[in-house]
């Protein structure tokens, strides 16, 4: 049995995060919990993120102070897929005929 697997890192999906536009939550090592943000931008260094509240925060955390990052399923699953990284497949000349 043939299976493509992924292997996922904090970094991996927060990129993938950051490029489709994904929601995700982040905890830090100091425990805050930071619910429901974009990725706005991230380096080697830190992270952006950017909260949905009426008050419009953004936060910066240091990439090694991430814990852990949680995501829909469904999101997870497009990055697990790979389709993050593949193009769509052109038409063949030939469909639909």
Sequence with gaps: MDRSST?????LVL????????HVDVVTTAG???EDVS?????RFCIVLLDG???GRAHVVAR???VSVSMSRSDLLAI???DAHEPAAA???GAGT
């Design 15 to 22: 990129d993938h995060a950051q490029q489709r536009g994904f």
């Design 53 to 55: 509240s009426t008050a």
């Design 32 to 34: 805050t919990l930071l």
């Design 64 to 66: 090694e102070h991430v």
């Design 91 to 93: 038409p063949s000349a």
């Design 7 to 11: 292997v996922l890192t904090i970094g």
């Design 80 to 82: 697990e897929g790979g």
């Design 39 to 43: 990725v706005a931008a991230l380096d």
